[in-house]
């Protein structure tokens, strides 16, 4: 069965500070990889995914992340945060097969002091 | 609909009631999803709608839950004789594209379920 390690599970930050989560996944096979966050009171919005093609991607806000296929990892980064940063933030990933339902990590909560 | 609309929005409950939960996905998505978030356990799937079937409801935690889908729409989750370990927050999503698996999928807002 697939799941999804999400190393940090509380990171506190100062602004300007830059940012790296970590997720790991297990699955051998074809993946598609997303970041979701959930900012206080607000329900979950996509920030960026990866199903094909440069491993590097770019999302909302100045995220981005790297698909590494050797280590299973789908790190999430930001060179400089802000306080409005703070929110809960989730690694998820499914195989690349229609339906098949999404597998998220546990999150990791980003509190960003100004 | 403009977004995913769940209700109620908080739900609470004594121990041992059934209840309903309610998700209306975005107008023309056929693929809805139901996940379940507790604190510090991160999002659980539930069950998988493509349609108004469910090829997949491998997450439903115990007999007491199910879930149905009408008119390729409206989707409800049943929770029977609840315990207190049912109290969560239940999201759901959906997702175009008969659920291709690179779409992203859209959130509700959840229904937060308090059970006493």
């Known amino acids: 069965a697939q799941s999804v390690s999400q190393h940090n599970h509380h990171v506190i930050l100062s602004e300007a500070a830059s940012l790296e989560l970590g997720c790991n996944y297990s699955?051998?096979?074809?993946?598609?990889l997303f970041w979701y966050v959930q900012y206080p009171g607000q329900h979950l919005q996509l920030l960026l995914k990866?199903?094909?093609?440069?491993?590097l991607v770019k999302g909302i806000k100045g995220f981005e992340a790297e698909f590494i296929k050797s280590k299973f990892s789908f790190n999430l980064r930001k060179p400089s945060v802000q306080w409005s940063d703070t929110a809960e933030y989730f690694c998820?990933?499914?195989?690349?097969?229609?339906?098949?339902?999404?597998?998220f990590g546990k999150g990791t909560t980003l509190s960003v002091s100004s | 609909g403009a977004g995913v609309s769940q209700s109620p929005s908080n739900k609470v409950t004594e121990k041992g009631k059934d209840v309903e939960l309610r998700c209306d996905p975005i107008s023309g998505h056929t693929a809805l999803y139901w996940y379940r978030q507790s604190l510090g356990q991160g999002l659980e799937f539930l069950i998988y709608?493509?349609?108004?079937?469910?090829?997949?409801k491998s997450g439903l935690p115990s007999d007491r839950f199910s879930a149905e889908r009408t008119g390729g729409s409206v989707s409800t989750l049943t929770i029977q004789r609840t315990q207190q370990e049912d109290s969560a927050v239940y999201l759901c999503?959906?997702?175009?594209?008969?659920?291709?698996?690179?779409?992203?999928?859209?959130f509700g807002s959840g229904t937060r379920l308090t059970v006493v």
């Open positions: 709608f493509q349609g108004n079937s469910a090829p997949d």
């Open positions: 998820a990933v499914n195989k690349n097969q229609a339906g098949t339902a999404l597998i």
């Open positions: 999503a959906s997702s175009t594209i008969k659920g291709a698996p690179n779409y992203g999928y859209t």
């Open positions: 990866y199903f094909s093609g440069d491993p």
């Open positions: 699955y051998g096979g074809t993946v598609n």
